[in-house]
């Protein structure tokens, strides 16, 4: 898999062989973004949104200050103008998010409904078992409503994958990037999969701040896990890919 002059081994180097180092140089950070985490876990699913990404934006603004020769803070843990910028970034893209997620359940929902009343024309909406009866009931149609929630959802995978460069962009430039990082990650969405699939832990704890809340235990392995080894990763790679796409862009 490569995406430009880039492979994947090339990738994860640039992920994992600096990962010491950016430690040591933002360990206040990323501590405090998993104490932040943990202690979200007592709080109501509103603030717990909000300290959730309060967390990975302290972590975002950290790593990629870093990343970038910016400067640092104490060990990475400061709030400035990046945090600030990073906060209105991420939640322009938890909007497009939210937007895009509804149009594409109403198209969801509109289609299977048609093929539901193929098989059942006076379907019960209401009914779990009268669904399971029509959709069965409506021969190959019925591979189209069941393939209709993959699609979205790879629309979905997508759309975050194009948005990638979102934070990097945004520190890097001084400025909030969403859309207009958009070009920077044409012709790499196959190899942008590899720190996706390392900053995949930061989306699932936000996705948690809507979510009953977890075991103490499993929230502070995954905080750890997530702040202390995947997310440096994650981060280094993405400039990697960053700094590649802004040069090709210039040429």
Known sequence: MTGGSASVGAVLKAGFSDLRATLVACWAALLAAAALTLWANDLPVGPRLL???AAMVIAQGALFRRAFGRVAGLKGLRWGRDEWR???ANLMVLG???LIGSILMIVVGAIALGVARVGAPQLDVGSAQAWKDALAHAGPAGFV???APLGALAILIWLGLRLSFTAPATVAESGIRVLSAFPLTKGKVSI???PGVLGAP???NLLHGLAPSQGAAFTAGSAV???FLLAPAWSGALAHLYRQGAVTQDA
Do not use: D, P
């Open 86 to 88: 990073l906060l209105g």
């Open 96 to 98: 497009l998010f939210l």
């Open 225 to 227: 896990l997530t702040y």
């Open 51 to 53: 300290a959730v990404l």
């Open 192 to 194: 942008l999969l590899v």
């Open 202 to 204: 930061m989306a699932v």
């Open 145 to 147: 409503a069941g393939a």
